[in-house]
């Protein structure tokens, strides 16, 4: 896919994921979130039937202590081209992270990418699965946006469950972009 993408000098992939015959799996085989991993591209993963067309806010997920933010670029330059909200998330899994330092780091954040159309919000769970979740459900974002596809239940999230549907936690896009 990298190939093809410079091949066609595209700067953003977008494929289907949940459907029982999607491009990924067409693409990759059985494989497909394993080699996703691989993609030097941004990418958004649709649902077969999205519950929107209209993205009015993305929430982004980000671990502020994590210098390497680099894909956040094309989610930031996506959301001003939509004129979206962005949501600015950070998941506190360890009980010991200071709020108020976290919530300094995000307004730091959002100040050098020169954001003005954002919220900062601050979510404590157990686990970065489950918060996320949590915060989907209850601030109905448009899009999700990450800069990795995570593993386990982020990657049902993301890529679905093909053999059991209803594990699929959402049937929002989900803009990825890897940190390099």
């Known amino acids: 896919v990298n190939d093809y993408m410079k091949k066609y000098q595209a700067d953003l992939l977008v494929c289907g994921s949940k ?7 067409i693409l990759f085989g059985l494989s497909a979130e394993e080699k996703t991993q691989k993609l030097n591209y941004p ?5 077969d039937e999205p519950l929107t067309a209209d993205i009015q806010t993305i929430a982004l997920a980000m ?7 680099n894909g ?24 010991h992270e200071n709020s108020r330092d976290i919530i300094e780091a995000m307004y730091t954040f959002a100040t050098r990418k020169n954001l003005d159309n954002y919220s900062i919000n601050l979510l404590s769970s157990s686990t970065i699965e489950d918060g996320l ?21 982020l990657d ?25």
């Open 43 to 47: 990418m958004i993963v649709l649902s």
């Open 72 to 95: 956040v670029d094309e989610i930031v330059g996506f959301s001003r081209l939509l004129n979206a909200h962005l949501q600015l998330l950070h998941i506190m899994v360890n009980p």
């Open 156 to 180: 049902r999230m993301i890529f679905g469950n093909k053999e059991n549907p209803s594990e699929s936690e959402t049937d929002l896009p989900v803009f990825i972009c890897k940190s390099f």
């Open 133 to 153: 979740e949590s915060f989907v459900s209850k601030a109905k974002p448009d899009m999700i946006a990450l800069l990795n596809t995570g593993k386990g239940k």
């Open 19 to 25: 459907e029982k015959d999607s491009f990924m799996k």
């Open 63 to 69: 671990d502020v202590k994590d210098p390497n933010q």
